[in-house]
């Protein structure tokens, strides 16, 4: 049972830790950390090319907001039928053999969908029914891969591998949409689709090389259902867990759902193409690959919490700012803000449930929280694309900006206990 550190304690114990770069980059001194992320920086940037060529096509052949939305929900529905079940399975199986299965899945997946726009068979129905089987694969591989960085690294690294995932992931999106644009407009979007599966073998591959320790089978195997109870029952008394969970529920409804509209905006308010989507996209991942390295160098020397609440309140600012752009200029300008305020939110979120969560429920409790951006980012999608099909794309922001602000005040008023937690 941790011990809460609060007051003058908290300052002298982040005064007395001494800064260095190295600290920045500390997990990459671990091989199979190493393997594991330039695997995944490479699959990452196939990944972002897809769903970024994905989402302007879905665009081009509907020219509906609201088929955007229809395509990011069928991609969360089975993050609401497998997430919760894939934390018992994470908990229970090697977490190395589930990623590589999940990573063959996914690869066949983007050959298929290669394939039929090769072919000019594909119809927008398709692509729904595609994204469902994409959404199979995530809900399985998301708990999977977050739970599988503890094997990789010792404890006091563990924060700085998180935040250098979060480096690797948003390295990628910044520059995969950028690159998914310019290829969609040079050679269309199946090239996209095709690169991304053969991606999928670096992040094979290397998992095939590491060596990893033995890990101990925790779950005592009871029934699903009553493993998926007890970590309900674990969460629910868990205060500090129960928080950051709800955080990351409301950021993922009514925060990520922003990026849905990034087609529509691209055409309807700035008048560009999918080059102009693809650099939306980008502009939003470089401010997370640089709020993610920062995050990476100072994340022993500041109070988690207090960042985390504080950015609750920052973060629909931004989004309401954003609404209010009018040039290709002020919209990246607000989205490489709002990319950086949001994985700061999911990077705070994610280490302090890391570091506070009992082994036996790490599984399990990660699997609540993949299912907060898998299954609940989906219903905001098909929220703010509805709205944005009947109010309009700047007034469907606006609304998820309010939201999100009163949200903000309510944490930060009412889960005082977060701003102390290191």
């Not at 229970?92 to 039929?116: C, D, E, H």
């Not at 591998?161 to 998914?180: H, R, V, W, Y």
């Not at 399990?364 to 299954?375: E, G, K, N, Q």
Request: hydrophobic share 50%.
């Amino acid at each position: 049972m941790q011990t809460e550190i609060t007051g003058s304690e908290i300052q002298n114990n982040i005064s007395q830790k001494k800064f260095g770069l190295n600290q920045t980059f500390s997990a990459l001194k671990y091989r199979n950390y190493r393997l594991w992320f330039w695997g995944q920086m490479i699959s990452l940037f196939g990944s972002w090319m897809q769903s970024t060529a994905l989402a302007f096509f879905v665009f081009e052949l509907t020219h509906s907001p609201a088929y955007l939305g229809y395509v990011g929900f069928a991609a969360g529905i089975p993050a609401w039928l497998f997430t919760f079940y894939s934390g018992v399975i994470a908990d229970r199986y090697p977490r190395k053999k589930i990623i590589i299965l999940t990573q063959l899945w996914m690869m066949l997946i983007a050959f298929l969908l290669a394939g039929l726009t090769f072919t000019k068979i594909i119809q927008p129905e398709m692509i729904i029914a595609i994204s469902f089987l994409l959404g199979i694969g995530n809900s399985f591989d998301a708990t999977a891969r977050h739970a599988f960085v503890n094997e990789l690294v010792e404890k006091e690294d563990l924060t700085n591998a998180i935040a250098l995932n979060s480096t690797m992931f948003n390295t990628a999106t910044a520059l995969g949409p950028a690159i998914a644009g310019i290829v969609y407009a040079l050679f269309g979007p199946a090239w996209c689709f095709t690169i991304n599966g053969i991606s999928f073998l670096a992040v094979i591959i290397n998992l095939l090389k590491m060596n990893l320790k033995q890990q101990k089978n925790i779950s005592e195997k009871k029934s699903v259902i009553n493993e998926i109870k007890e970590g309900f029952s674990y969460l629910k008394k868990n205060n500090l867990l129960l928080t950051i969970v709800s955080i990351t529920s409301v950021l993922s409804f009514f925060g990520m759902s922003l990026v849905t509209l990034f087609p529509a905006w691209a055409v309807k308010i700035l008048h560009g193409d999918s080059t102009t989507n693809g650099f939306l996209q980008s502009a939003r991942g470089f401010g997370a690959v640089t709020f993610a390295i920062i995050i990476a160098s100072i994340h022993k020397y500041i109070i988690r919490g207090k960042y985390l609440s504080a950015s609750t309140i920052i973060l629909p600012i931004l989004i309401l700012l954003f609404s209010f752009a009018q040039s290709f200029v002020e919209s990246i300008v607000m989205l490489v803000l709002i990319g950086g305020t949001i994985i700061l939110m999911f990077n705070l979120s994610n280490g302090l449930i890391q570091t506070n969560v009992e082994e036996k429920f790490r599984g399990r409790i990660l699997s609540f929280y993949t299912f907060s951006f898998f299954a609940l980012y989906p219903l905001g999608a098909l929220w703010i694309g509805m709205l944005a099909e009947h109010f309009g794309i700047r007034i469907s922001i606006v609304i998820n900006s309010l939201i999100l602000f009163v949200f903000g005040i309510f944490v930060w008023l009412k889960k005082s206990k977060l701003k102390s937690v290191v």
